[in-house]
Structures are given as C-alpha cells and as structure tokens.
C-alpha cells in the first residue's frame, strides 16, 4: 500500500455557502447524446441545479465558464437526482429531481450555438407528483420487471414507501416498526427494496409482497379486516448489523455475483441476496460515503471508502490496495468517463467541493548528472576522513550526550569517616541498655568541575544504625565549588546491623544550552564505619555453640596487629585469643592458631558471626597489601551451617504468621467494636429508654481487647524487624562461607547475593522468603540445571507468603549442592545450556532423587552433617524428582 495524493484533474468551487449530501451527485449522459461521455449533475440544498461536461485544456485546471452546461434555481431545496427512463412512451433518459413536497422529471436537451458562446442547454418539465409526506430518499428501477422503463419509489420521513409508475402514482406502503428513515436501495436480481431500519437492522421487501399488502391509505380498518385479508406487509429477510447504516449499494458485475453493501458507522458488509453475510471489514476511520464500481477479477470487487479524515480508500473485497488523500472530505463520490478519460473519480464535498481526479503519482523528469571519473587519492582521502571524524567527535560533545566529558566527572563526591569517636555523643533515644553508645562524624564533600543545580544528598546507613541528618538540598553550585556537610552516626537497637557500611548518592541537574533545567545525573559514594562503633573489647570465651575455621594461605598474623582497639599489648607482641562485645551484649572470641594458617571465630549467636568475620577477612588482606603481598588468599573447609541458618529463617517466618494471625485478629475486633458503637448509639438516639443489657460492658471489653491486640502488633512489628536484620546478617555470612567454599568469583557471589538478599524492607505483601524461592528456583532451572527437562518447567509467576519454609529450605540445600558437585553461576545467555558437573577427583554426579528422597551419599553428608535430617525426612516425591523447586 502507499499513500499519494489524488492527482487533481478538474475542480471547481459550487456557489456560495450552500451545502450538499450524499445525494446531490450522479453522474450520467443526461442529454442523450450516444457518445458514452457522462456529464455531472449536481444538486444543492439551497435549489441550484449545475449541470457540468469538463474538459481542461491540462490537468489540474480549474472550471471555465463553458465548462458550465446548466445553472437553474428551482427554489425547493434539492435532496437526491437520478438519471433514468422515467417518461413513458420513450426510452431516452430523464433526470428526476426530488424536492421535500416534490418530485419532478426533466428532460434535458441542448441546441448548436450560432455565436462564439457555444452549444445552449435548457431543461423542460416532463411532469411532477406533488407528496402528501415530506420525502427523505429515493430509488429507481424495473419494479416487478417491467422492460424498457424505470419506476421510482420515495421513502418519506416517518416510514412511507411511495412508488410512482412514471406519471402516475401507483400506490404507498408504510414499512412496519419504522421509527427513523435510513437509506434505501433496489435490487433487480430478487426484485426487493432493501432499507436499514431504526433498530439497526437491514431489511428487505419484495415488491410483489409490497404491492399485494394492504394500502396505506386504508390502515384503520378494523382489526377483523385485516386478519381476514391476509395482505400484511411481511420482511422477506433480516440482518442485525448493530450500528447505523450510512449508505447502501447494490451491484451486479460480469465477474461477480449480484452483492449488496452496507456501510456502516464503523464497519463495512457485504452481503448476498438473501441477507447472509459474504464478509465484512471493521474501519479504522469514521467514513463519509462510499462506492462499489468494478470487478477486476472474478470473484472479488472493488469499492472506494471515502473518510473524514480527507482520505479515500480503494478495498478489494476487504484487501486495502490503495490509499490518497483528498483536498475535503467527500459526501459523495461517483466513477465515470469524461472527456474520453474512463475511471475518473467524481467526489463532492459539504460546502460544494467537486473534484475530478485519478490515482497515481506524476512521472519524474529529474535525471541525476553523470558522475565525473576522477583518480582516487588515498592520502587526501584519509585526511579527510580524520577531519570528519574530528567534526563528528566536536558535535557529539557539544549535543546533550551522555557522558558529555570524556573522563572527568562533573561532581566528585568522597566521605571521610573521623578517626576519633565525638566527644559529646550524639546518641538519644538508644536502646542498648548501660552501656555508652558512641558516635562517629562522618564529612561528605562534594567538588564540582561545572554549575550544578537541584543537588540533593541522600545518607543511608543500615538500621539499627541511625544518622543525625539524611537528607541535604543545595539550590545552585557554581564551578569549582566546594560543598562540606556531616552528620554523626550510632547505634539505637540492641542488636547488631548486617553492614557498616553506608552510601551517599547525590542526585543533581547539568543545566545545558540546549536544556536550561538540566540533565538529570546521579553519584554515589561508599564509606565504611568503624567496628568500634558497635563493638567494645570483651572478655575471650573458651566454649561457644557457634564456631568458624577459616583457612589462610600465609603464616598467622598478630591479633593485635590487625585489630589494636582491642586488646592490650603484651610483652611477646603476639596476641592470638582477642574477645569481642556488641553494644547489645552478645559475646564473640576470636582465636589464631599458632602452629597452623587457620583462624576460628565463636560466638552464643550465630548472626554475630558475621561482621568479626567479615571484618577479620578485610582486615588480612589490607595487612598483606601493605607488606606487599598479592597472592594472599582465604578459604573454608568446614561444613556450611546450614541447620543454624535454617532456625533463624523459621524464627523470622515464625513471626510473620504471628503478625499475619494477629492483623486478621484485630480487624475482627475492630469490626466488632463499630458494630458495638452502633448498637449503643441507636440506643442512645432511641426517645424511649431501653435498658443496654451490658453494651457498655462489652464496648469497653472489646475496647481493652483492640488496645491489647494493636500492642501485640506493633511488638511482633519491632521483633520481626529484628529478626530480619539478624537473618540478613547470617545471609551475609552464609554467602561468604560459600564463596570461600568453592571461591568463587565477585561476579557469583554479586548473584548470590541479589538472591539472597532482594529486599531492603520486609513486609506482609511481600517477604523475604518468597523472594529468595522464587531467585533459587529460577538459578536451579538455568544456570544450575543438570537437563533440559529442569529448564521447561515453569515457575510460579505470583509470589505469595508461603505455607512453611520446607520448600525454601530444599531449594537452599540443592544450590549448595549443585555448586559442590561444579555447578557455575552466570547470567549470561548460554546459562540456560545444560552443563556437565563433575566433582574434583572424578566424583560421579549425584542424583536428584537421591537428593531429594534417599539418604545422602557420603560426598555430600560430610559436607552437610548438620542438616542431614532435612533430606531423610522428606518424603521421595510421585510426580517428578523436581517437585520441590517448581512447587
């Protein structure tokens, strides 16, 4: 399909603001002349009658005056013109012009001019019919199938079929159920008026049934005369289209059979003789008129679609061939041969637009010049090319294009953490106990190179950790100025946080010539806290429930060297037992062996394992980089705590079925307590005292009740809250030990952690251990899948709060395992490939289901002793081995 305009031909503007419509236009050989040539009629509301034979010395010229054939004013606003055989005695054609009260039949003929102002045409008064009903439409044809003549039926506008044979009046029909008039047409083939009725329905009436049924200037007989007649006015058939109709057509071409078409407000039908539907295509457009014209080839036939959106469009059957576009939207369009030029297209608008154009586009005289061959010089060539490239590399640091510098940062943001604790401290409202908490400055300073505006600082650290002040607005920077703020940072919980380390992001505008607001950038920057801050030198513990080994490849360090807030300096200078204390009270030791490369961290809690452990591991390798060490490295051999990950995974899962159970309990009461409060009121509003048989009683009951459970929440809240800090603090350390496990690289434990620790915040809508399920089970089915069958199942979209953390649990073990036996974390494309796992030694791999319903093999029981129970106890599944990860 392409789009073009329609080449003008001729066109011309009709009057003065007069309006027309879809049925002021026809195009026929009015005069009767025999050459084939049609000549335009055109009708307007106003009574002007133009007769019009183009005939334009070039395309595209206007209308000349001897263009103009006819121009008569007949007084009555002009509703439809039809050319036919309408006068009797005579097969010449006849123009019938329908008025409001009217119906008139000229003839049209035209005398040889003797004078330079050419052939003269007039028109002469065959007859008239004057009408008892104001007409809305009419049609023509051999009713009943007479030969060599047309009749001509009005549809009035209240629902009256009025025909006329020629001069005389033949008899009128009132269509039943008729509300509203709607188009009407003729078909010869079956010989019936087809109309759309007021209830969107396109109905047909033969003519034989209209002739033979009861006069409508005898509708008050009585009810008995009409039942005993048998001449009730029946519909041959019906079609409901749902929408009203805007035209209709009928057409009968050599190559196609006889089809009537409906245009409706947004579809378009095609239908067959009786009623059913050959096809039908929904219009993007609202259209304004249409027109069947040929059949190109068999079987199908073509229409043009005029819209208001100035376009017309050509369908074969319901095929868009070709699209142009129209100077106005047509009301009427017509196809006819003038001037020896067949298929001109003939289109009218509202406000007397008419138009003669064809399709098509103007051939192109252009012809490009010849090139001159000329010898290539590559020297000027390559010149040229670095000249190209330098103006290309200006216009691109100039436009706004990220990055628009080439390496420079707009703004340089960096934090400094104060060596020394406050001297007052900023600490209020902790809740640690007896203990002192301290607090630590931390200076953020922002330089910028160019002026910035709309600079926002955010600070965040993590809870229980709290900041003096975490938000900070500066309006306008100039160049190469220089931005300092701080604030204090202590401990408010009872507890440890998973992290101390904190973010500052700034967000700010790069105002540009091009955008004066600015673009819109972001930068952060990293600090660390010290671990003093939450930590106080403790007492060493011999014994603990908790213990940690980790593995180093280089000869043991001090205690006191790597941590010298800590401990007392002895006289040797080797200290390797050092204790630790929280804020909140919890215990750890941490031990360095002195004949072995190894380290042990113990402690009562397992979450407070984390941070002495990760603290210990930085703190080795910033000790080796300065002594200029590179291949420093450390691992773990032991078995991964799994069960003790697990305990606190059911506490914290433990606390969000309590806080779920206690939210529906406490809306309940709250239902309770209106409904109490009602009752009491109608009561009270009641002018006849009525005794409140223990109302109050049970309002206050309830009332304590409702206090009670909202208490409760907000406990269970504030545990929960805990309880998820602790948790993320053991996934920390869960994730270290696996990394150091199987050293793995950052890039694998970056994806363990965005699976192990997706949310910031806990809440009831969405959980942690969902989440996490639903990130393990998608790496177990890609990149940690043993088969392409894994990778086919499907997961479960929504994530809702699960039953139990079985599954979850399940779905931990089996990822530990995988990357036991060789297992690779990646997200890359190929992830989804199924990959050989083989353990170091040439370990054959271990099933699924032994996994999963048999006891463990001893490879995986020695790395797993603490969780072993876990696996024995499941119960072996019946429909696949995978049940657990697609559940």
């Known amino acids: 399909m392409s789009l073009f305009k329609a080449r003008d031909w001729w066109s011309t503007v009709l009057g003065d603001k007069e309006e027309f419509d879809q049925g002021c236009l026809c195009l026929a050989d009015v005069d009767n002349t025999g050459n084939g040539q049609d000549k335009i009629i055109v009708g307007s509301f106003m009574g002007y009658l133009r007769i019009f034979n183009p005939h334009p010395v070039k395309t595209g010229d206007g ?13 009555d606003p002009i509703l439809q013109v039809e050319v036919g055989k309408f006068v009797s005695g005579t097969e010449m054609l006849h123009l019938a012009v329908l008025h409001s009260r009217k119906l008139c039949v000229y003839s049209v003929s035209g005398t040889l001019g003797n004078v330079e102002h050419g052939n003269q045409y007039q028109i002469k008064l065959m007859y008239e019919h004057n009408l008892q009903r104001t007409a809305c439409n009419m049609t023509y044809g051999s009713f009943g199938g007479v030969k060599g003549r047309d009749l001509i039926c009005i549809q009035s506008v209240d629902g009256m079929l009025m025909v006329f044979e020629q001069e005389s009046y033949a008899f009128g029909r009132f269509l039943p159920g008729s509300l509203l008039p709607g188009p009407l047409a003729y078909s010869s083939r ?66 196609s059979a006889s089809s009537v ?105 252009f012809q490009a010049p010849k ?20 103006v290309i590399k200006n216009v691109n640091k100039s436009q706004d294009v990220w990055p628009l510098t080439e390496r420079e940062d707009d703004l340089k943001v960096s934090a400094m953490v104060s060596p020394n604790f406050d001297s007052v401290s900023q600490a209020t409202d902790v809740e640690v106990g007896a203990d002192l908490v301290p607090s630590v400055t931390v200076k953020v300073t922002l330089k910028n190179r160019v002026a910035l505006q709309k600079i926002k600082l955010s600070i965040c650290v993590q809870p229980p950790l709290v900041i003096t002040g975490d938000q900070f607005t500066f309006e306008f920077m100039a160049p190469e100025m220089t931005r300092t703020v701080g604030f204090s940072v202590y401990l408010k919980g009872s507890y440890s946080p998973p992290e101390l380390e904190g973010n500052a992001v700034v967000s700010y505008s790069r105002p540009t010539e091009r955008n004066p607001d600015g673009i819109p950038r972001v930068s952060q920057c990293k600090f660390r806290l010290p671990l003093k801050l939450v930590c106080l030198p403790g007492q060493p513990s011999k014994t603990a429930s908790h213990k940690l080994t980790i593995d180093t490849n280089k000869s043991p360090v001090s205690l006191l060297s790597l941590f010298p807030g800590f401990a007392k300096q002895s006289e040797d200078d080797q200290v390797n037992v050092m204790g630790f204390r929280f804020l909140g009270g919890s215990q750890v030791t941490l031990l360095a062996s002195k004949t072995s490369q190894r380290y042990r961290i113990q402690s009562e809690q397992f979450e407070d394992l984390w941070l002495i452990t990760n603290e210990l591991i930085i703190r ?71 005794p409140l048989q223990h109302l109050d009683t049970l309002l206050d009951g309830t009332y304590k009740q409702v206090i009670a459970l909202a208490d409760a929440v907000e406990e269970n809240q504030d545990n929960l809250f805990q309880s998820f800090t602790r948790l993320k603090s053991a996934t920390h350390l869960v994730i270290l030990l696996i990394g150091l496990w199987q050293k793995l690289s950052a890039d694998q434990i970056a994806i363990l952690e965005a699976a192990f620790l997706p949310l910031q915040q806990d809440t009831q809508e969405l959980g942690w251990e969902e989440t996490v399920d639903a990130a393990l089970s998608h790496l177990l089915k890609t990149c940690l899948s043993k088969s392409s069958k894994e990778q086919a199942l499907n997961l479960n979209s929504q994530l809702g709060i699960p039953k139990d953390t079985s599954q979850l649990k399940k779905h931990i073990t089996l990822l530990c395992d995988r990357l036991a036996k060789g297992g690779r974390l990646c997200l890359s494309t190929d992830a989804a490939a199924p990959q050989t796992m083989v353990m170091p030694g040439g370990c054959a791999t271990i099933p699924e289901s032994d996994l999963e319903g048999r006891s463990i093999d001893q490879d995986s029981s020695e790395l797993f002793t603490n ?3 876990l696996m024995v106890e499941t119960p072996v599944p019946e429909v696949s081995p995978l049940q657990g990860v697609t559940e």
């Open 867 to 869: 969780h072993k129970h």
């Open 620 to 690: 080795l390798q910033e000790y080796f980089e300065k002594q200029g060490i590179k291949d420093f490295t450390c691992s773990f051999s032991g078995s991964v705590p799994l069960e003790e990950y697990f305990e606190l995974i059911d506490h914290h899962f433990e606390l969000r079925i309590n806080g779920e159970k206690l939210e529906e309990l406490l809306s309940e009461r709250a239902v309770q307590f209106r409904a109490i409060q009602r009752r009491l009121l109608t009561r009270f509003k009641d002018k006849t005292p009525a």
């Open 261 to 365: 078409f409906v245009l409706g407000e947004r579809n378009f039908f095609c239908l067959k003789d009786n009623g059913q539907i050959q096809f039908m295509k929904k219009l993007d457009y609202s259209p304004s008129c249409f027109l069947p014209y040929c059949s190109v080839s068999e079987g199908t036939i073509n229409t043009l679609i005029g819209n208001h959106n100035n376009m017309l469009h050509i369908y074969q059957d319901v095929t868009l061939k070709w699209a142009t576009q129209l100077p106005h939207v047509p009301v009427a369009v017509r196809v006819g041969c003038l001037h020896d030029l067949k298929g001109v297209i003939v289109t009218l608008s509202d406000d007397g637009h008419l138009q003669c154009s064809y399709l098509g586009t103007d051939p192109s005289l």
């Open 371 to 390: 090139v001159e061959s000329r010898e290539l010089n590559y020297d000027e060539l390559d010149m040229e090319l670095k000249e190209l490239q330098k």
């Open 63 to 75: 209308a000349q005056a001897e263009d103009l054939l006819l121009e008569v004013h007949l007084r």
């Open 190 to 255: 079956t010989d019936s008026f087809i109309t759309v009725s007021s209830c969107h329905q396109v109905e047909s009436y033969k003519y034989q049934v209209l002739a033979f049924a009861t006069d409508a200037d005898k509708r008050q007989e009585t009810e008995q005369q009409k039942h005993g007649s048998g001449k009730r006015l029946v519909v041959d058939w019906t079609l409901n289209i749902g929408e009203q109709a805007v035209d209709i057509c009928i057409v009968s071409f050599i190559q």
